[in-house]
Nanobody, 124 residues
Framework: QVHLIESGGGLVQAGGSLRLSCTAS????????MGWFRQAPGKEREFVAT????????SYADSVKARFTIFRDNAKNTVYLEIDSLKPEDTAVYYC?????????????????WGQGTQVTVSS
């Protein structure tokens, strides 16, 4: 069983930056592909970004591609999401997810493990 714990959320002004972290335990982190998703109030959970187990391949939602960066440190069992130029529409709970495999997956239903989420609120 893999446990994921997110951190780094908070209240920020539009135009600011945040770095979210997700630390895994209970499994072999280096064989997991990792993803970030977000869910705004009244909306479905949506894909944000994913990184392959080696860290060499990434994929982003078109809506965030220019401002979000996903990367991982396998030595620290941690995946990060760097968010620049924050906008009020980025306000959501951000979730980290993991799946066993090499593919870059955007569908949330295919992930095996989820964290509890971290709130990001962007004020205008």
């Amino acid at each position: 069983q893999v446990h994921l714990i997110e951190s780094g959320g908070g209240l920020v002004q539009a135009g600011g930056s945040l770095r979210l972290s997700c630390t895994a335990s209970g499994g072999t982190f280096s064989i997991l592909s990792m993803g970030w998703f977000r869910q705004a109030p009244g909306k479905e959970r949506e894909f944000v970004a994913t990184v392959a187990s080696s860290g060499g391949r990434t994929s982003y939602a078109d809506s965030v591609k220019a401002r979000f960066t996903i990367f991982r440190d396998n030595a620290k069992n941690t995946v990060y999401l760097e968010i620049d130029s924050l906008k009020p529409e980025d306000t959501a709970v951000y979730y980290c997810a993991a799946l066993r495999g090499l593919a870059l997956i955007t569908e949330p239903g295919r992930y095996d493990y989820w964290g509890q989420g971290t709130q990001v609120t962007v004020s205008s």
